[in-house]
């Protein structure tokens, strides 16, 4: 007997590459025919051995059928003909297997666009799990005012289906000179028909409109379960269909500990919960790290350019609003970046909004390091580098794990950020449950440069 495919790892890999959604779905019905074929080989072996068979592990249940709005705009996601040059689709800055953030073939830590001279300010970001992104607004708990929500590392788009029409005009993206250069090449595309048949016959005779409609294909698109599959070990350990290995208890636990790590503080997460809402390991607040500069992006070769994030460049600094204390100025969140969600973050190729560093490893070490090793990350004078004196204030210091003593050292010890890389493995999407009987699949180490 001869499987048609060979291993669960093959399927995985399936999986986690394809973001189509009629690809997914073929992938899972290859997965189901691999799971029941090893199921099959098994029983042959194990008949013979007379065992008793444990029952397949379940399938995660089918996705529903894509609508017509999500097949344009998944057609549009990956057309690559939309760019200027041609050879720039979104999918090239945002691909599954890169953790849905992608630099396209850059390893300065942000993307190179469709000229291949034009490099970006900021690194990409993942638009996977984007659906649950909050406008943008402020919000007071405990005394505390955080700036939440909004697209972009500086919240300045309130819907996907504004954000995605952005990249297209671009210069450091797609390039396009105008929203009519865009909606030209899709009313000659293979798939026009379809924008027809969903918004009538005459919808690129008027071009703002059409352009408005890119984006609402978009976004229905970016809300699909291929974008928010919660298919991870971390969701089938929640869902108790799954044990975490000793590396990963130990690291989800540190990651728990309001103490020391600290991280579920921001990065918010319930293994308790099987509410997908809970389990999203971002709570969408703004903070100012202290992330290092990163020298190589060509608009920092000027000393005196500062990326302030919510205070701008790429935006106008935001009201704010009457829930904010008087006490609270808009300078305070100069500096500040939007949190990302940590899902898949393991398969990214940098991290940060600077993409400053290029592996999973240095950016627990920052983490661990920041206070106690300051010259490591900021050069010689050991002060943060990537913002004007006025705002280094700004800088988070009053809470775990960023309120720690330069002279206690190191957060963590080796073993510990192990354990926290480990763990951070098992929010990659896409993960099988083995076969009964079958080794587990291996998940691939860290190494340096490569994640
Ligand atoms: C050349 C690379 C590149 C291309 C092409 C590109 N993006 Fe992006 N994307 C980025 C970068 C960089 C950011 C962060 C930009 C910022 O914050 O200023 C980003 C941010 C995003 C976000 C925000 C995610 C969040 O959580 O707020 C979404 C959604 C997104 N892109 C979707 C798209 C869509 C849709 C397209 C195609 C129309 C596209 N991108 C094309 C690089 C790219
Ligand atoms: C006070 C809130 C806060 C805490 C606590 C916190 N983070 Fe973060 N984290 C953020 C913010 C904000 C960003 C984005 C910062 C930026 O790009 O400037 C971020 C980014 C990251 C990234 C990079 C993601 C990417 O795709 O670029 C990783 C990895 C990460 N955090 C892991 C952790 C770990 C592990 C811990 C615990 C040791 C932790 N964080 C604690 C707020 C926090």
């Known amino acids: 007997m001869r499987c048609p495919y060979r291993s669960t790892a093959e399927s995985r890999e399936n999986i986690v590459q394809n973001i189509s959604i009629s690809r997914r779905l073929i992938a899972r019905a290859r997965l189901v025919a691999a799971v029941a074929c090893t199921a099959t080989l098994l029983s042959v072996s194990l008949a013979a051995a007379a065992a008793p068979l444990a029952p397949p592990p379940p399938a995660p249940p089918a996705p529903p059928a894509p609508t017509r709005l999500q097949i344009i705009g998944e057609q549009l996601f990956n057309d690559a003909n939309l760019s200027e040059p041609r050879g720039t689709a979104c999918i090239h800055c945002h691909r599954a297997a890169t953790g849905f953030a992608d630099n396209h073939g850059s390893r300065l830590g942000v993307p190179i666009g469709s000229q291949p001279t034009a490099l970006g300010l900021r690194n990409a970001m993942s638009n996977a799990y984007g659906a649950f992104v909050p406008t943008f607004q402020f919000r007071v708990v405990g005394g505390d005012t955080d700036a939440i929500g909004g697209h972009f590392w500086d919240g300045r788009a309130d819907t996907a289906a504004l954000q995605a029409l952005g990249p297209f005009l671009s210069a450091r993206e797609m390039n396009n000179p105008n929203a009519a250069a865009v909606v030209r090449k899709v009313a000659a595309s293979p798939y026009a028909p379809l924008l027809k048949a969903e918004f ?142 940590l899902r898949n973050v393991a398969l990214r190729q940098a991290f940060m909004h600077n993409g400053f560093f290029k592996n999973l490893r240095e950016v627990i070490d920052f983490y661990s390091t920041r206070n106690s090793d300051p010259k490591r990350w900021y050069g010689p004078a050991g002060v943060p580098n990537d913002l004007p004196a006025a705002y280094v204030a700004n800088i988070i210091r009053d809470k775990a794990p960023f309120n720690r003593p330069a002279a206690a050292g190191p957060l963590f010890s080796p073993a510990e950020t192990d354990d926290m890389l480990a763990f951070l493995r098992t929010l990659n999407d896409g993960f099988v449950i083995p076969a009964p009987g079958v080794p587990p699949v291996p998940v691939a180490p860290i190494v340096q440069g490569r994640k």
């Open 200 to 341: 009538g016959a005459r919808i690129f005779d008027t071009p703002d409109l059409a352009f408005q409609k890119l984006g609402v294909a978009i976004a229905a698109f970016e809300a699909t379960p291929a974008l928010q599959s919660f298919s991870s070990k971390y969701d089938r350990f929640v869902a108790g269909d799954v044990a975490f290995d000793g590396n990963e208890r130990r690291g989800m636990a540190l990651f728990m500990d309001t103490q020391r790590a600290n991280c579920i503080a921001c990065h918010v997460m319930n293994p308790a919960s099987r509410r997908p809402a809970d389990n999203l390991f971002t709570d969408f607040a703004y903070y100012a790290e202290g992330i290092p500069r990163n020298k190589v992006i060509p608009d920092n070769a000027n000393p005196g350019f500062f990326d302030l994030g919510l205070c701008g460049p790429n935006r106008q600094r935001p009201a704010l609003t009457p829930v904010v204390p008087v006490t609270v100025t808009i300078e305070q969140f100069c500096g500040a970046f939007r949190m990302v969600s």
